[in-house]
C-alpha cells in the first residue's frame, strides 16, 4: 500500500513564492509508485490541498483531509517551506504533538536555527569553526549607534535576525547608511543582526542523515555579480555564479565537510541541512554564516545541485529522507 506524504509548502513571510518553487522540485521527484502524495499550501490565512473539486481544508484537530468522504491521515510530512512557520520550529511543534513524523530538524533545532544570532552563539561555542564579531538589536530595546560602531568595524551586513532569502538584508560601507539599514531589516523582523564583513569566498555544503549515518554533498561556491548574495542574486539566472562541485583543494574540502558535519551532529539537525561559510581572503580561515534547515530546492538550487554532483538521483534522494524520518523519532 502507497504511504501517505503530505507536502507541505507556503509562508507567513515573503518566501512563499519560493517555498511553492521548492515543493514543485520535491513534488516532481517523489516516486508514485510508493506515495500518494498530497500538496498543501499553507498561509495565514488557511491551510488547505487543492482536490479535483477544488480546495479542502485541512482538519488541525489531527492534521487530516476529508477527500470523496474519505479521512486521509498521513504517514509522514515533507516539509518545503521557507520562513515561519514552517522553518522556525511551529509547524515542527504541532506535528510533534500529534505524533506525526516530517523530514526536517525537531522545533527546538528549527527554532535554535532559525535566530542567526541565537545561533551563532551556540556554533562558537563548540570552538571549531570562526564567526565575525557582530551585533544583536531588539526592536523595543534602545540602541546607540555610537555602540554598535565602538564594536564594530565598517562594512557591515544588517539582517534581519529571523528570515531567509536575503530579505531585507543590507551591506553598509558607510556610517550614514546605518540607520537607513537598520530600519530596513526592521520591516522584516522584530531583531536585527548587524555583522561585520568578512572578505572571501563564499562556500556553501549541504549535509544530511540516513540510517545514523552522516554524509556531505560536494560544496559549492557561490560567485554573486552583486554586492553579495541578495535575494535578487539567489533567484535571478545569470546575477549568481554557482560552482558546485566548488574547485577547492583537498584540505580545505576535507575541513568544510568535518566542520559542517561537527556542527550538523552537535546542533542534533535532522534531514537536508545547508551550511554557509566564508574562506577569509589572505588568512584562509574558515568563518561560520548560517545554518539553513530547509534550503531552497528549486528545480537549478543549490541542493539540487549538489545531489546531482553526488551522482544521487533526486527522486532516490527524497525517498532516502522520508523513508528514514519515519523510521527514526524526531526528538
Avoid at 491551510?47 to 483531509?65: P, R, T
Avoid at 532559525?114 to 551556540?122: D, G, P, R, T
Avoid at 530595546?141 to 530579505?167: H, I, T
Wanted: hydrophobic share 40%; with cysteine; glycine share 6%.
Amino acid at each position: 500500500m502507497k504511504k501517505k506524504i503530505a507536502l507541505l509548502a507556503g509562508s507567513y513571510s515573503g518566501e512563499y513564492i519560493i517555498s511553492i518553487q521548492t515543493a514543485e522540485t520535491i513534488e516532481k521527484n517523489l516516486d508514485r509508485d510508493l506515495y500518494q502524495v498530497y500538496k498543501i499550501i499553507i498561509t495565514k490565512q488557511e491551510w488547505y490541498y487543492e482536490g479535483a473539486n477544488g480546495k479542502i481544508q485541512v482538519d488541525k484537530n489531527d492534521f487530516s483531509l476529508l477527500v470523496d468522504g474519505h479521512r486521509i491521515n498521513f504517514d509522514c510530512v515533507f516539509i518545503a517551506m521557507h520562513g515561519s512557520p514552517g522553518e522556525d520550529g511551529r509547524i515542527q511543534g504541532y506535528l510533534d504533538m500529534l505524533g506525526i513524523p516530517y523530514t526536517t530538524c525537531n522545533a527546538i533545532v528549527s527554532a535554535l536555527t532559525f535566530n542567526k544570532s541565537y545561533c551563532n552563539k551556540v556554533v562558537k561555542s563548540f570552538n571549531v569553526v570562526n564567526i565575525a564579531n557582530s551585533v544583536h538589536l531588539i526592536k523595543s530595546e534602545p540602541y546607540s549607534m555610537g555602540a554598535v560602531l565602538d564594536e564594530l568595524k565598517l562594512p557591515v551586513f544588517v539582517k534581519p535576525n529571523e528570515s531567509g532569502s536575503s530579505l531585507g538584508v543590507s551591506k553598509v560601507k558607510r556610517v550614514e547608511a546605518l540607520l537607513g539599514a537598520i530600519e530596513k531589516a526592521f520591516k522584516e523582523d522584530n531583531q536585527v543582526l548587524i555583522e561585520e564583513f568578512i572578505e572571501g569566498r563564499e562556500l556553501t555544503i549541504g549535509v544530511f542523515k540516513i540510517n545514523g549515518c552522516l554524509f556531505a554533498l560536494p560544496a559549492t561556491e557561490i560567485v554573486s555579480k552583486n554586492e553579495f548574495f541578495d535575494f535578487e542574486a539567489k533567484y535571478t539566472p545569470g546575477v549568481t555564479d554557482e560552482i558546485t562541485p566548488a574547485q577547492i583543494d583537498e584540505n580545505l574540502k576535507e575541513q568544510l565537510e568535518s566542520k559542517a558535519m561537527y556542527i550538523y551532529r552537535h546542533l542534533n539537525c535532522r534531514g537536508i541541512v545547508r551550511m554557509d561559510f566564508i574562506l577569509e581572503k589572505n588568512t584562509n580561515k574558515l568563518f561560520f554564516l548560517e545554518v539553513n534547515t530547509m534550503p531552497g530546492q528549486s528545480e537549478n538550487s543549490i541542493v539540487p545541485q549538489q545531489v546531482r554532483a553526488s551522482g544521487r538521483k533526486l527522486m532516490d534522494f527524497y525517498g532516502e529522507l522520508l523513508e528514514d524520518c519515519m523510521k527514526t523519532p524526531t526528538t
